[in-house]
């Protein structure tokens, strides 16, 4: 079991293979894993400093974008991620 809760953590799809494997040999079945969340570059920028606690306006200025366009990125990151809130994509983004 600690191979695999360790294999989940460092995200090593081959380790998590055999460390299922040998769980239910032993009679034990764990639910499966969820693929990470895929953002792309942008969104992933935006969302990290909108989580560093950053307004949507003051990301704005910093990366020469309307205010709007932010707002769109951050929804999409929202949806993504299933996170309702900024202080909730520290916690994804680690």
Not at 30 to 37: I, K, M, Q, T, Y
Not at 60 to 66: F, V
Not at 72 to 80: D, E, G, I, N, Q
């Amino acid at each position: 079991m600690a191979a695999h809760v360790a294999a989940l953590v460092a995200q090593d799809a081959d380790l998590a293979r055999i460390a299922e494997r040998e769980l239910n040999r032993c009679g034990l079945w764990l639910p499966p894993v969820e693929p990470p969340v895929a953002l792309n570059p942008r969104e992933r920028e935006i969302a990290a400093l909108a989580a560093g606690g950053m307004t949507s306006r003051a990301i704005a200025a910093r990366l020469t974008l309307s205010v709007r366009t932010v707002d769109s990125h951050l929804a999409r990151v929202f949806t993504k991620t299933g996170v309702h809130s900024r202080e909730g994509l520290i916690a994804v983004l680690r």
